[in-house]
């Protein structure tokens, strides 16, 4: 949790708001996302999303890390804020941290169905846990944080769909809405996946076209998967962790008509699978906060690509 990374500094405060300075960062960007070929991914059996149970009584405190000094403590809604002047000076990210490590205490209002358009659906889920009862909702909280800080540190507009400081949820309903309401050039919805020991590896998933009811995907599609390819791109080379052995056909993409949080969203936005915390190797990345820098990193880089164009 105390890792502080060559790249993790804090950051510097830029006031200057200089087309240079925005040409000589962005001269220093990685452009290599592009060799990352990847394949037309078909829908998976496999959902850690919608399955997942707390194995372990999640803390109910607010995960912190250190090193991260324009952190603002949770407040009552999502903190919203930008920072640096950067390449992503004027740019909307919504970080949609899956699941809310209180949700356990609220099996009642989180397994309320709501409408995603092709199905109706629970509210909310737990998630999932390793076998240690480290929870998914703790390391997409964590994970969230170190990437917003990242975000910043480019001058993006960083939003949070929750940061632990609600009592449960929001709906994957509601998800969707905040980042449509922001009008968010990108959002990524973090998560880790809860299959069976062995199956190692990340996956991206796309929004599948759908238009059915509330759900009307076209217009995201194609830039969603842009920036799918993107984030697996980088998330392999910032992590060194291998793509998906169980869903993806080794693409680490996978395209689903099955989750809210995609088929409501009217903005680019993917999910990320960062792991199986069920699998003992996978869940020894995921509870070392050096590891989960590296993740944040990877992601960060994918959206700034997309982002950059
Ligand atoms: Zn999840």
């Keep these: 949790m105390s890792y502080v990374g060559p790249d993790f500094d804090p950051p510097q405060p ?3 708001r200089r087309r240079a300075l925005t040409v000589a960062l962005a001269a220093l960007l990685p452009g290599a996302l592009l060799g990352w070929v990847l394949y037309e991914a078909v829908g998976d059996p496999g959902d850690g999303d919608a399955s997942g149970t707390a194995a372990g009584r999640p803390s109910a405190t607010t995960p912190t890390i250190s090193g991260t000094s324009d952190d603002k403590p949770p407040g009552p809604t999502p903190a919203t804020d930008s ?3 950067g390449p992503l000076q004027g740019k909307v990210v919504v970080i949609d941290p899956g ?3 209180n949700n356990f205490q609220h099996t009642s209002e989180i397994n309320r169905k709501v409408n995603i358009g092709t199905n109706w659906k629970e509210c909310d889920t737990t998630g999932t846990s390793t076998n240690d009862g480290y929870t998914e909702a ?3 909280l964590d994970v969230a944080h170190r990437l917003r800080t990242l975000l910043r540190k480019q001058g993006a507009t960083v939003k949070f769909t929750q940061d632990g400081d609600r009592s449960w949820g929001p709906c994957i309903d509601e998800r969707a809405e905040i980042g449509n309401k922001a009008h968010a050039d990108a959002v990524v919805s973090l998560h880790a996946d809860g299959a069976g020991a062995g199956q190692r590896g990340f996956h991206v998933i796309l929004p599948a076209k759908v238009n059915a009811g509330a759900a009307n995907t076209g217009p995201i599609v194609t830039p ?9 791109g980088s998330f392999v080379r910032a992590t060194g962790s291998a793509p998906s052995n169980y869903v993806g056909d ?3 993409l996978v395209t689903r008509e099955d989750l809210g949080g995609l088929n409501l969203s009217t903005v ?4 990320i699978e960062c792991g199986n915390m069920r699998d003992s190797k996978d869940a020894a990345l995921l509870t070392s906060g050096a590891w989960r820098q590296k993740a944040a990193r990877g992601i960060s880089e994918g959206i700034v690509s997309f982002l950059r164009g």
């Excluded at 969603?224 to 697996?232: C, K, Q, T, W, Y």
């Design 14 to 16: 830029r006031r200057s």
């Design 83 to 85: 920072t640096a002047a």
């Design 99 to 101: 699941h809310n490590p």
């Design 138 to 140: 703790e390391f997409t």
């Design 224 to 232: 969603s998967r842009d920036l799918g390819e993107r984030i697996a």
């Design 250 to 252: 080794g693409t680490g």
């Design 268 to 271: 680019p936005k993917v999910f």
